[in-house]
């Protein structure tokens, strides 16, 4: 069956919620707990039949995982000329620069403070808080656009699942 990366991903995450729904029935389910003089309760649970579902699941969220890398790393986004593999690990720098780029422009140029000696204390940035608010505006419209050709590239891109 052909489908989009991004419906590959929306598989991926619908066959780990039906892993973690069986996973939880197991923790649940596979032990009774019973008074003495008490008959257990009877529970549907069957190890075998819990661990050949978790293990097709597994194994078929890994062939969708193991199609969506290969495809990654051969599919090239346009706009900038790198592969969606590349991208996204641009895009996970651009987010860590755009964070750092928040602290920074948040100081003041200049602040003071008195130390609990009462000595004036000042503290100058070496830099200017501005600049790097407007680097940071820049950055995030860099974002968006990477964003948004990581996204248009997984709509328009098939794999074989």
Do not use: W
């Not at 750092?100 to 008195?114: E, P």
């Not at 995030?140 to 050709?149: G, P, R």
Request: glycine letters at 4%; charged letters at 35%; hydrophobic letters at 35%.
């Amino acid at each position: 069956m052909k489908v989009c990366h991004s419906e590959a991903m929306k598989l991926i995450k619908e066959l780990e919620e039906k892993k973690r729904l069986a996973v939880y029935t197991e923790t649940s389910r596979s032990r009774v707990s019973y008074k003495e003089g008490e008959e257990a309760v009877p529970s549907k649970y069957d190890y075998a039949a819990t661990r050949k579902e978790i293990a097709e699941t597994d194994g078929k969220i890994r062939k969708i995982k193991s199609a969506l890398a290969v495809a990654n790393c051969k599919v090239k986004i346009e706009d900038f000329n790198i592969t969606i593999g590349e991208a996204l690990v641009l895009l996970a720098q651009l987010n860590s620069e755009y964070t750092r780029l928040d602290t920074l422009g948040r100081f003041d140029k200049l602040s003071r403070r008195i130390t609990a000696n009462g000595v004036l204390e000042y503290t100058e940035c070496l830099y200017e808080p501005e600049t790097a608010q407007k680097d940071q505006k820049a950055l995030y419209s860099e974002i968006c656009k990477l964003q948004v050709a990581i996204d248009r590239a997984n709509l328009n891109n098939f794999i074989e699942v």
